[in-house]
């Protein structure tokens, strides 16, 4: 069976309430583009390009509940104000941001057609809400494909493990998963000795999450905690077989310079010390030409709390008992606390960078080209062998 973080149908969207799992399978349903905003900004639902999707879907079930003006321009105005607003949930994300521009300029384009009126507005934004959808379960494989390729072929060897941190599955996106993709296309196709997963520390989307997934799917899998990564790298690099630390992103910028979840710096930097490759798994509408490196990027921090407290349910001897679920203080009262969300790997420390046309590389410069990825639209463009696209 399928992991679903978001179901969807005309009228009716579902998110799988991420802060459950992975103890709970509770599905919360979202009515309007508040819900969705909420649900984003109190990380029910998480992942760049989860986050996109659920907001554009709850103003399209919003939209289809809400009796709205005939006039095309009215309604383009009352979507838009609905986009800017969903855009401040999740600041760092630049999906969420490219969705809004690229659903903006649809509803734009519908309400200067002749002879639009409200209805074919909002018929015009919710088809193109619903087919982000579908678009990003094929980006996703792709993106494992051309991914697990290439560490096979770099690596020399038929088997190999994956280090990876936070979550980049299933429950980050619409299916499939980014760099959680590419493991499971290297054990699709028996090339998967064994996937690592750091429990990602302070929400403990590794833990929680990415392990849920790998166990679901019948992954071999290790957890470790964020600080057990070098250790690793050197005690059990050779033995296992460790070629790749393979990663997400929330945002990536025009020279390379990626945005992800806090503690993907560090792994960057073991990864050069030790001579492992280190990737970035993301859809090209990830990348952000418009953003010249990762100084210009927005860090979000969050709640000194969710480094301070951890939830959970009780253990009742050998048992879970999930009917009561408790929040535990773990850090001394009054700390004062730095909770960044994120942190920017500089395009030094990245080998390369897996979208959906094929994995970028750096010219002979060393320095990355992300404007042709962003230019391949077909594919044609696809890259012929695994390399620079």
Known sequence: MVLEAIRYKPGSLQILNQLKLPHQE???DLHSAEDGWHAIKEMRTRGAPAIAIVAALSLAVELQSTTLSDNAEEVQVFIVEKLQYLVTSRPTAVNLADASRKLQKIVFSDAE???SDGKSVVKAYCDAAAQMLVDDVSDNQAIGKYGAAWITKTAGESQVSVLTHCNTGSLATAGYGT???VIRSLHSNGQLKRAFCTETRPYNQGSRLTAFELVHDKIPATLITDSMASA???LKGSEEC???IVVGADRVAANGDTANKIGTYQLAVIARFHGV????AAPRTTIDLQTPSGIEIEIEERA????TFIKGPRLNGTDLDLSRVETVSIAATDIHVWNPAFDVTPAELIDGIITEVGVVEKG????FNLMFAMEAHNEGLKPVTIGGV
């Open 242 to 244: 460790i070629a790749a």
């Open 113 to 115: 057609r002749s002879g």
């Open 232 to 234: 690793l790298l050197k």
């Open 364 to 367: 002979p410069d060393g320095k």
């Open 304 to 307: 000194g709390k969710e480094m």
């Open 179 to 181: 760099a959680l993709g």
């Open 277 to 280: 490759k280190f990737l970035v």
């Open 26 to 28: 509770e599905y919360d």
